[in-house]
Nanobody, 126 residues
Framework: QVQLVESGGGLVQAGGSLRLSCAAS????????MAWFRQAPGKERELVAA????????RYVDSVKGRFTISRDNVKNTVYLQMNSLKPEDTAVYYC???????????????????WGQGTQVTVSS
């Protein structure tokens, strides 16, 4: 199993930037594909960005393309989400998620991920 802990959320003005981090512990970090999801009040949890085990492949939801960047450091056992040009509609709780390699990548739905962090709040003011 892997344990995930997010950090880096906060309050920022529109147009600003934040960097989220997700520290993993437990099994070998490179054994997992990783992703960031978000959930706004009254909405379903949606995939924001995904990265494969090596970091060589990434995928983004259309609404964040060109603004957000997902990356990972398999030495530091950490996955990051750099968020630039933030908009009020980016306001949500952001979650780090993982599933083990050996199956199709990327998985798109929240229910298909096996491990989750506790979430970190991101609030973008207008």
């Amino acid at each position: 199993q892997v344990q995930l802990v997010e950090s880096g959320g906060g309050l920022v003005q529109a147009g600003g930037s934040l960097r989220l981090s997700c520290a993993a512990s437990g099994r070998t970090f490179s054994s997992y594909h990783m992703a960031w999801f978000r959930q706004a009040p009254g909405k379903e949890r949606e995939l924001v960005a995904a990265i494969n085990w090596s970091g060589g492949s990434t995928r983004y939801v259309d609404s964040v393309k060109g603004r957000f960047t997902i990356s990972r450091d398999n030495v530091k056992n950490t996955v990051y989400l750099q968020m630039n040009s933030l908009k009020p509609e980016d306001t949500a709780v952001y979650y780090c998620a993982a599933y083990e390699t050996g199956t199709i990548w990327p998985r798109i739905t929240a229910t298909s991920y096996d491990y989750w962090g506790q979430g970190t709040q991101v609030t973008v003011s207008s």
